[in-house]
């Protein structure tokens, strides 16, 4: 069967706007119960493509920890730049999804912000940050989110699983919070904590949701991270 290599990636990547693309393979995903997951979803895959949008940092600037009583908002913003973002990424996520089926590979589009939740757990039944991990986008911080070199955490994502087998992108090394707390004392949520060792981030989801069914703007230790990161 065909193989497709980095300078594939790489072409499709520019054609279709996407600012971020990375690959992990079967072999070079070693998180067990990320591997099942997919296995659960696409019997047989060989690849898991993550595409990754810029959020914005002017409207990431204007998220704040908290509604405003007299004023509108400003931190509305970020539905609508979201919304945008996402239907990039699930035309991007699509397009590459039609070009494997043509060659005769099973591909599952995972579209941006429509991953099924279990609600029991607030676990998505297949994790975009961990597999953008293992894709070479960068790492997981203590604020749970991935932590890009070109973005810092203003990044979002989609994935594909596909049975088209595509080489690996390299993983990222780097740890961006190794002194830095900022998202944790700045989480108006109160939901983020000091990692144990060898946890990358502790979240308590529940708090996380209820702050954010309460009405109030999420995405505030985006900020903070992102003001840290310069």
Known sequence: MRAFGQDFVQEMKSRLCIELVGVASIEALSLKELKDRATSLLPGWKSVIVFGKE??????????????????????????????????????????ADLFRKEGYRSLPLPAAGCPTDQRSLSAIFSYKHAAEFAGLGTIGRHSMLITQQYGPRVRLACLLTEALLEA???????????????????????????????????????????R??????????????????
Request: a positive charge; proline letters at 6%; hydrophobic letters at 35%.
């Open 213 to 230: 069914q309460a009405g109030f703007t999420c995405g505030f230790c985006m900020k903070v991270c992102d003001g840290a990161l310069g």
């Open 169 to 211: 992108s390299p993983v990222v090394q780097k740890g961006y919070c190794a002194d830095c707390d900022a998202c944790i004392r700045a989480c108006p949520a109160r939901a983020l904590g000091v990692p144990e060792k060898m946890e990358p981030y502790r979240i308590n989801k529940f708090a996380c949701q209820t702050y």
């Open 55 to 96: 959020i914005f940092k002017e409207v990431v600037a204007l998220l704040e920890p908290s509604k405003r009583a007299v004023e509108g908002e400003r931190g509305a913003l970020f539905g609508p730049h979201s919304d945008y973002l996402n239907g990039r990424l699930n035309k991007a996520v699509y397009d590459f």
